[in-house]
């Protein structure tokens, strides 16, 4: 008899098609995730993990200018908000470079750069949001303090508050249930307008003052622990973020909870993908940024000149041409997508959404007004990628991203 054929796509979860030992291995490496997302809450933080990382696994620092070999493990660090690993292979580079590219930033609260004052008794920072944040869910819950200050002289002084067990949290301020009654009839926009996102710091005034001396209290701990002035923080940058770790979620501990998988959990995988690369054919290259693909403009961000920059020293460090090594090379831009939600069936297109346990989830195109302002992939690219995980034994799927 006839071998029967299946003719039908059907999506799979990972559970029924990749084997016991693959699922035990996916939740060993998600600990390994968990604890990249505890140590890397801000942009600077990821690449500071990511360099201790790759220099664990051999890479070494790159400047402009110096030769490369087959071989070779570098990585380039610009300016502290952004990296570039890569690692090159044996065959000409003009075969092109494969890159994986995925951005470090997560949505959060930024402080302004005249953050503090003083107001009935209280000493709080203005904040203005910085990416999609969901402004309610901020309020009444633990926050912590990271980043950096850069002092007259130069010096850095780095900040982070809020994550030990020891230390003092952050918090934004909520009305009692039966003050919000206006509140309730409004819209979320409305009802939680960005201004009021003011972070309570101190309500303890400072011995022998009289006016505003609650904010002097704050400042005098500051320049006190950190050595920095209020003129300082002009030339800083501090973020506010949930002062939570990492999670497992549900009785079979299936999922994660944390502040950042946005993008971190492509971030992560990117680096530890070429790491643990194998290959040594194959030039290879993970780029991550502190500002992602579309719509992000800045020198450490996707929209920077400096990746053709650094793609134009690999051609010129290894005999290649610039042009053809640009042509012929595959880069696979990494963020993440909407899984379908049950509770919010009516937002999705169930048939070509993303479904929780079936793998990589492989995205054609997006955009608003069917793919305006973003990339669409060709099917010959989809078509290799395609190939590229059956041959591996990966289980992935492919959606839309939203309706």
């Known amino acids: ?19 016991q030992k693959i699922v035990e291995a996916a939740y060993a490496y998600a600990d390994g995730y968990k604890t990249f997302l505890d140590a890397a809450k801000t942009e600077r933080e990821a690449v500071a993990e990511c360099i201790r990382m790759a220099e664990e696994a051999g890479y070494r620092p790159y400047s402009f200018g110096n030769a490369m070999k087959a071989g070779d493990k570098l990585y380039y660090n610009n300016r502290g908000k952004n990296i570039f690993l890569f690692r090159i292979g044996s065959e000409p580079i003009n075969c092109g470079i494969r890159i994986t ?46 980043g950096v200050v850069i002092k007259q002289d130069g010096t850095t002084v780095n900040i982070t508050v809020g994550e030990d067990e020891k230390d003092p949290v952050m918090y934004i301020t909520d009305l009692l249930p039966h003050l919000a009654s206006g509140q309730a009839g409004k819209t979320i926009k409305e009802a939680f307008p960005a201004e009021r996102l003011n972070i309570i710091v101190g309500s303890k005034p400072l011995d022998g003052e009289e006016k505003e001396s609650v904010k002097l209290g704050v400042l005098d701990y500051l320049y006190n622990t950190y050595g920095i002035t209020e003129e300082d923080l002009l030339s800083a940058e501090l973020c506010i973020v949930p002062a939570a770790r990492a999670r497992d979620v549900g009785f079979d501990r299936s999922m994660i909870c944390a502040y950042g998988h946005d993008d971190r959990v492509c971030a992560y995988p990117s680096i530890t993908a070429l790491i643990d690369a194998e290959d040594t054919k194959h030039t290879s290259m993970c780029l991550l940024v502190d500002k992602e693909e ?27 041409n610039v042009a053809a090594v640009r042509a012929n090379s595959k880069c696979l831009s990494s963020d993440v997508t909407a899984t379908f939600d049950p509770n919010f069936a009516d937002v999705y297109e169930h048939r070509n959404s993303s479904l929780l346990g079936c793998g990589v989830s492989m995205c054609k195109y997006t955009g608003s007004g069917g793919k305006g302002g973003t990339s669409d ?13 059956n041959e591996a034994g990966v289980v992935y799927h492919l959606e839309n991203f939203g309706m």
């Open 1 to 19: 008899m006839a071998e029967t054929k299946s003719y039908v796509y059907e999506k799979k979860t990972v559970y029924e098609k990749a084997g």
């Open 101 to 146: 590219a995925a951005h470090l930033d997560s949505p959060r609260l930024d402080l302004k750069q005249v953050p503090l004052y003083e107001e009935n008794g209280m000493c709080f920072l203005k904040t203005h949001y910085y990416g999609g944040v969901r402004k309610y869910q901020w309020l009444a819950m633990p926050l912590a303090l990271h």
């Open 294 to 320: 579309t719509g992000s403009d800045g020198v450490t961000g996707m929209q920077s000149s400096l990746i053709t920059d650094i793609i134009a020293e690999i051609a010129k460090a290894l005999d290649g």
């Open 377 to 389: 992939a060709s099917a010959e690219l989809v078509g290799w990628v395609r190939r590229c995980f």
